[in-house]
């Protein structure tokens, strides 16, 4: 039975809820488990967290031509 993850905007806690995808498709109410609000709204975190990879920085090297200055490649 898959989980969900649902926020009250009532209190703002943060609860799990376990359905079956026809409970779901009917239309699902959860109950807040801390103040028993009925205004929660679902979290699209579980199973779609996605790490962005895109963090690591290319290094640009210097070309070293036949008008390279001193230092280059090690010269
Ligand atoms: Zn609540």
Known sequence: MPL???QCK???AVFEVRATFKEKEAGLKPECPHCQSKK???LLTSG???RKSDDSTTLTLP?????AGPGCCGG
């Open 63 to 67: 070309a070293c031509g036949p008008n």
């Open 4 to 6: 969900y993850d649902y």
């Open 40 to 42: 929660t709204r679902q």
């Open 48 to 50: 779609l967290f996605l």
């Open 10 to 12: 009532q209190c703002q």
